[in-house]
């Protein structure tokens, strides 16, 4: 017994090829030197080629304070970081794919040091 055409289906899956402009992951402030000011709140834009990204928030004394999952939609995403005290923090953010985190430091307006003690922050 043979085959013929009319027995063979072929499937065509599309497969879309993530473009090289893409970066493993790219962060895009949304205000001036990432800095927010009294009750602004620290939102993020995000570009990558993974399907979510995650991220810690550190504060200057290099405690985590915030942590999340980000999901993208076409290579691109948007968060908020909510209940932040004032102070120098470092976004932490690692895309699903396990590409290395890029750091990027914001500011919620503060004039303490790193020398001086977290309890003493309002």
Do not use: C
């Amino acid at each position: 017994m043979g085959f013929s055409s009319s027995n063979v289906a072929i499937a065509q899956a599309a497969v879309r090829p993530i473009p090289p402009s893409i970066p493993k992951l790219q962060l895009r402030e949304t205000r001036l030197g990432n800095i927010f000011v009294g009750v602004q709140t620290p939102t993020f834009n995000l570009l990558t080629r993974g399907n979510s990204v995650t991220y810690q928030v550190m504060n200057y004394w290099h405690q985590q304070v915030a942590l999340g999952a980000v999901p993208v939609s076409v290579n691109q995403g948007h968060f908020s970081i909510q209940g932040l005290r004032y102070g120098f923090f470092t976004l932490l953010p690692t895309p699903s794919t396990g590409i290395a985190s890029q750091r990027s430091p914001f500011s919620a307006q503060t004039h303490y040091a790193q020398g001086d003690s977290p309890a003493d922050i309002p």
